[in-house]
């Protein structure tokens, strides 16, 4: 008999985890109470990095000044974006449906919880029914925080769920929180042209960052006209009439049109069964997971955001296929553990940040010896071309043998640029192999090569 794998929650994780499980030969059914595609599609990555493609191309032609053209200022209109954020999730989630369905995956509507170790009830709009599962594996995900001073009210004091649809663009708005979600809401935001206030709780934006990477992008905040109350933690969010009101704990008030939360996340396990399967969490509720995604009840697995390791939808998806793997036996064969720490991510602002690896701070924090080279965008012939020369490539290495150890890129298509320092990082290449590629001329990935050197 075939393995059967109940797999609660269709994002990154459950359906990645359902495609490869079904296509090693196990008898999968994926439960989601959304959307396939999960939050990801919904409300994160998906609607947040189309609404950031529009406010770059509004930025775009405020910078093409320079180039042979007149400056216009484009408009936006907001039906038509609308349109096309409900289109890509649209056309995403049909892909990902039909990926699942040929691979023979059981789509069931509705929403799950354990019963007990190797039982998953399912309530559907047909009714209940329970499902008896050799394994299990949960991707419930997370929801937003919401901290118990503020009560959003989907109107103008928000969660980044509330930003999508755009159903307005806010005149002025107020950003709490200064982290990956934060920066990208403030460039997002500022982009389409309102008035913007960023809360940080610390002395730098990205306070997880490298800070000379955070220095390139506090700078263009700034010449945005972005206020950044450093140092302040927000204590309260009112509505008062037409305003709303955040107080933070030095005294300083701000007044916008809206204000939006970015303040982390809590994972989705409230209700679902996890004392009846007798799993442990901790952290508030995020399942505990070993290296192969098992919680302590070896067959209940746990990947993406609800297992509380990197949140990134990347890292999701492949915890996902691990866990097929693992569940079908074949971590025996050719397996490789996920190596959280050579996860490359990225930042969606201008410009764009990424990064992969060992950082600087965290090498000097260890007293390990490390050579860092940094090259600026400003000696590449194509970002001069380009008319953008914001920004750098920093690679960091291992002085004795060359290996690559990490590296961060600040500019435009970091994003995209990252993924050549991620591979060795991961490969254990070394700089020479950079250095000796081939590259494209003219291209901003020579300042990869230049920095290898
Ligand atoms: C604003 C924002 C932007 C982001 N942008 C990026 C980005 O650009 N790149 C990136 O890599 N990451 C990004 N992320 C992070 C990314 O969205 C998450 O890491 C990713 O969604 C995690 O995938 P997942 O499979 O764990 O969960 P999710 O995508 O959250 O999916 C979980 C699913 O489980 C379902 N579910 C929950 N409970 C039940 C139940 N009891 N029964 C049935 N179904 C259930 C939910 O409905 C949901 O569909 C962003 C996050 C935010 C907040």
């Not at 001073?149 to 005149?171: A, H």
């Not at 569940?327 to 930042?347: E, F, N, P, T, W």
């Not at 990490?406 to 990082?425: P, Q, W, Y």
Request: proline content about 4%.
């Amino acid at each position: 008999m075939s393995t059967r794998f109940v797999i609660i929650g269709g994002g990154p994780a459950g359906n990645t985890a359902a495609t490869h499980a079904a296509r090693f030969g196990a008898e999968v059914t994926l439960i989601e109470r959304d959307v396939i595609g999960g939050a990801a599609h919904l409300w994160d990555c998906i609607p947040s990095k189309t609404m950031i493609a529009t406010g770059g191309a509004i930025a775009f032609t405020r910078r093409i000044e320079g180039m042979g053209l007149e400056q216009q200022e484009a408009e936006v209109d907001i039906d038509a974006l609308t349109d096309r954020i409900t289109n890509i999730q649209g056309r995403l989630k049909d892909n990902t449906t039909q990926l699942l369905e040929s691979q023979g995956v059981t789509l069931l509507r509705g929403s799950a919880r354990l019963i007990g170790p190797h039982e998953v009830e399912v309530t559907t709009a047909q009714g209940t029914k329970i499902l008896p599962a050799d394994a299990v594996l949960i991707a419930t995900g997370t929801s937003p925080r919401i901290p118990e001073w503020c009560q959003p009210d989907g109107e103008r004091i928000l969660t980044t769920r509330d930003c999508y649809p755009p159903k307005i663009f806010p005149k002025s708005i107020t950003v709490i929180g200064s982290g990956v979600t934060g920066v990208e809401f403030v460039h997002m935001f500022s982009s389409f042209g309102a008035d913007v206030t960023l809360v940080v709780s610390r002395q730098q934006v990205l306070p997880q960052k490298d800070p000379e990477v955070a220095a390139v992008l506090e700078d263009d905040f700034l010449r945005r006209g972005v206020k950044l109350l450093k140092g302040a933690r927000a204590t309260s969010i009112e509505r008062e009439g037409d305003d709303v009101v955040v107080r933070c704990d030095d005294g300083r008030v701000v007044r916008s049109s809206h204000a939006v939360l970015a303040i982390g996340s809590v994972p989705n396990t409230e209700g679902l069964g996890l004392d009846a399967a007798g799993v442990e969490t901790d952290r508030g509720g995020y399942v505990n997971i070993n290296r192969h995604c098992q919680s302590n009840q070896p067959h209940i697995y746990a990947a993406g955001d609800v297992s509380g390791k990197l949140p990134l939808s990347s890292v999701a998806s492949m915890q996902g296929r691990k866990v097929a793997e693992h569940v079908m036996g074949l971590q025996k064969i050719a397996h490789r553990h996920l190596d959280y720490d050579k996860a490359a991510s990225a930042i969606f602002t201008e410009p764009e940040i990424a990064d992969v690896g060992l950082a600087e701070a965290d090498a000097f924090a260890v007293g390990r010896k490390i050579r860092v080279t940094k090259v600026p965008f400003s000696a590449t012939p194509k970002a001069l071309i380009n008319n953008d020369s914001r920004g750098f490539v920093k690679i960091i290495s291992d002085p004795a043998t060359g290996v690559v150890l990490g590296g961060s890129i600040v500019g435009r298509h970091a994003a995209e640029l990252i993924s050549v320092i991620a591979l060795a990082v991961t490969a254990n290449l070394k700089v020479t192999d950079i250095v000796e590629s081939l590259l494209v001329h003219p291209a901003l990935a020579e300042a990869l090569a230049e920095a290898a050197e």
